[in-house]
């Protein structure tokens, strides 16, 4: 936000000019500054949000690789369970 007075020449300000100047930023400046800290919040609670989610997705996927792991596992265990009953000797 930007508060501009411009003009071609030099101005000099009258005392109740600068007194009216200076009362307006005095009523704004506050609202400036609540609009840039709610910003920053909404900027760090989309920053933790985006974390949370980050780490849940990486949960996840630690679960799935970790029942992969595990299906992988238990099928070779199964593969070589059957491989030694149909290679045990027949009595």
């Known amino acids: 936000m930007t508060l501009s007075v411009v003009d071609d020449v030099r ?6 000019e600068l007194l009216l100047l200076s009362d307006l930023l005095a009523r704004v400046w506050p ?3 609540r609009a ?5 919040s909404r ?14 997705s990486d949960a996840q996927r ?8 595990r299906v992988t596992a238990e ?3 199964r593969h070589r369970l059957y491989e030694t009953i149909f ?4 009595i």
Not at 36 to 40: L, S
Not at 43 to 56: G, N, T
Not at 87 to 90: G, I, L, T, V, W
């Open 11 to 16: 101005r000099v300000f009258r005392r109740d």
């Open 31 to 33: 609202l400036v500054e």
């Open 36 to 40: 840039r800290t709610e910003a920053r």
């Open 43 to 56: 900027r760090s609670s989309k920053a933790s949000k985006l974390a949370v989610e980050r780490h849940q």
């Open 62 to 69: 630690r679960a799935a690789d970790d029942l992969a792991l």
């Open 75 to 77: 099928s070779d265990r």
């Open 87 to 90: 290679r045990a000797p027949r």
